[in-house]
């Protein structure tokens, strides 16, 4: 498919793409203590909001004055202003937290442009999808292994891939074929690297974006040239990110959701993608579909 062709209405279309495939790690699914959801009136009458991150530069992350940057702090920066919630108290947690911080009410909202999956859809309720992005892979400068893509973990028994705690990765690479003893997982990017030299595991495995970041922070690691994209059931692998809340905040979602949409038709929401990283395909498919669909993608 030629992603240039891609419209820039939002809309929802199955168009062949099967996503129902991602099942959602199990520290996401279980059920989890809740706690009522501040109303969008309360938020607006004490002005302020928490707002979570997982730390993840370009997604969502603090930087060294405590404030949120990325593309999710930013643009969320901005709805937040026009809903006339204008102090946000940013909050670092890891990413697999994230969903039962807010089942637990320990923040109000995350920034972290999590992937929009069906199981996630069941506990906390999802924007419109705010960035769409691929995978990547990370490995040790030179590439000893000769690692290619996420299909070789499948292929070959001699080589391992570490995944980011709670993210989607594990579930591409079962999809693949990939059995669980040759994976392993860290709590935080930042260990990906000291994971690869430590010969813990021969690559690190997240989305295209996460690891392009990663492989400037040192010569020891790079970023595996000519990569592409998994397929799974013939379909490339995409996730559209989104902000989360908890889900009883459907007043909260629905006008935070109402300004986010009219603000994706501005130049000023494209700036914030294209300047932490995006690129102009990755800024078009975030229009391809609606978060209901994508919520909907089940076997």
């Known amino acids: 498919m030629d992603e240039r062709k891609i419209g820039g209405t939002p ?26 959801a501040a109303s969008l009136e309360e938020l607006r009458q004490q ?15 603090l930087d060294d004055d405590g404030q949120g940057q990325g593309a999710g702090p930013e643009v969320a920066r901005h709805v937040l202003d ?17 969903i039962a911080g807010l089942e637990e009410g320990r923040f109000d909202m995350a920034a972290a442009e999590m992937a929009i999956r069906p199981e996630r859809c069941e506990r906390v309720l999802f924007s419109a999808p705010n960035t769409s992005y691929g995978e990547g892979l990370l490995v040790r400068a030179t590439n000893p292994l000769d690692i290619r893509g996420y299909e070789d973990f499948a292929r070959r028994d001699d080589i391992s891939v570490a995944v980011l705690e709670g993210a989607t990765q594990v579930d591409i690479l079962r999809a693949l074929g990939v059995p669980d003893e040759r994976m392993s997982t860290i709590e935080a990017n930042d260990a ?5 030299l430590s010969d813990r595991a021969d690559a690190y495995a997240g989305t295209g974006l996460t690891v392009s970041q990663l492989g400037d922070q040192s010569p020891e690691v790079e970023v595996v040239e000519g990569f592409k994209d998994p397929k799974v059931d013939g379909e490339i692998v995409r ?37 932490h990283g995006f690129t102009q395909d990755d800024v078009l498919n975030a229009f391809r579909f609606e978060t209901e669909w994508l919520c909907s993608q089940r076997e």
């Open 11 to 36: 809309r929802g279309n199955s168009a062949g793409m099967h996503l129902a495939w991602l099942a959602v790690p199990l520290a996401l699914t279980l059920a989890a203590p809740t706690a009522q």
């Open 47 to 61: 002005g302020s909001i928490r707002v979570a991150v997982a730390d993840e530069v370009p997604y969502g992350y």
């Open 82 to 98: 026009e809903l006339g919630i204008d102090d946000i108290e940013w909050v670092t947690t890891s990413f697999g937290d994230l």
């Open 192 to 196: 990906a690297i000291e994971t690869l």
């Open 239 to 275: 996730s559209w990110g989104g902000f989360t809340f908890p889900d009883d905040a459907g007043t909260l979602r629905d006008a935070f959701d109402e300004t986010l949409t009219d603000y994706r038709h501005t130049q000023a929401w494209e700036d914030t993608l294209t300047r």
